[in-house]
Antibody
Framework: QVQLQESGPGLVKPSQTLSLTCTVSGGSISSGNYYWSWIRQPAGKGLEWIGRIATSGTIDYNPSLKSRATISVDTSKNHFSLTLSSVTGADTAVYYC????????????WGQGTLVTVSS | DIVLTQSPDSLAVSLGERATINCKSSQSVLYSSDKKNYLNWYQQKPGQPPKLLIYWASTRESGVPDRFSGSGSGTDFTLTISSLQAEDVAVYYCQQYFSSPITFGQGTRLEIK
């Protein structure tokens, strides 16, 4: 079955850019009608959807990120990525990647999540 | 944005008893063309990602025990655990995808009384 795994630096300095990758295994990122999403969760808090990308190129972001987020996909490497610019302490969170069915953002499966701390 | 408000924020229920969690949406999430409510429920245990329990408001995900059920339509939804088990201790979230941005409820923490 399909599994997702996030990777990237665990510590980012304020004002710099956060970069994460989600590697898909057990299936091709291009097969089926799926959207690939990023979701984050500050410690002890709720879930915030960041955005999603389809391998067709369609991308959708949460306006709350004020255009700081960029999501891309590399089908040759079977992964998709997130960059978040101009980070502050408010961006400290566990970042999850997840798969959703096109037309129905039913998130399953999820990656295990990776903690990113923004600190100097 | 569609705001999902869950109630209560936390809940303590005795083993074997019923647990009920509510999710109220700021606008209807019933899609007229397919008559589906675009509302999901997730369970999150400490240190784990959320796990899909219920989609389309009332369809149980494969492998989810039948003590979990979802109901409701339009703006008011309920997740019910018919007979609480120790392994059900978790935080539960509702999520809508009727319109972008996708949003989640604030979560309900379920504990054993």
């Amino acid at each position: 079955q399909v599994q997702l795994q996030e990777s990237g630096p665990g510590l980012v300095k304020p004002s710099q850019t956060l970069s994460l990758t989600c590697t898909v295994s057990g299936g091709s990122i291009s097969s089926g009608n799926y959207y690939w999403s990023w979701i984050r969760q500050p410690a002890g808090k709720g879930l915030e959807w960041i955005g999603r990308i389809a391998t067709s190129g369609t991308i959708d972001y949460n306006p709350s990120l004020k255009s700081r987020a960029t999501i891309s996909v590399d089908t040759s490497k079977n992964h998709f990525s997130l960059t978040l610019s101009s980070v502050t302490g408010a961006d400290t969170a566990v970042y999850y990647c997840a798969r959703g069915i096109t037309g129905y953002s039913i998130f399953e499966p999820w990656g295990q999540g990776t903690l990113v701390t923004v600190s100097s | 944005d569609i705001v999902l408000t869950q109630s209560p924020d936390s809940l303590a229920v005795s083993l074997g008893e019923r647990a009920t969690i509510n999710c109220k949406s700021s606008q209807s999430v019933l899609y007229s063309s397919d008559k589906k409510n675009y509302l999901n429920w997730y369970q999150q245990k400490p240190g784990q990602p959320p796990k899909l329990l219920i989609y389309w408001a009332s369809t149980r995900e494969s492998g989810v025990p039948d003590r979990f059920s979802g109901s409701g339509s339009g703006t008011d939804f309920t997740l019910t655990i018919s007979s609480l088990q120790a392994e059900d201790v978790a935080v539960y979230y509702c999520q809508q995808y009727f319109s972008s941005p996708i949003t989640f409820g604030q979560g309900t923490r379920l504990e054993i009384k």
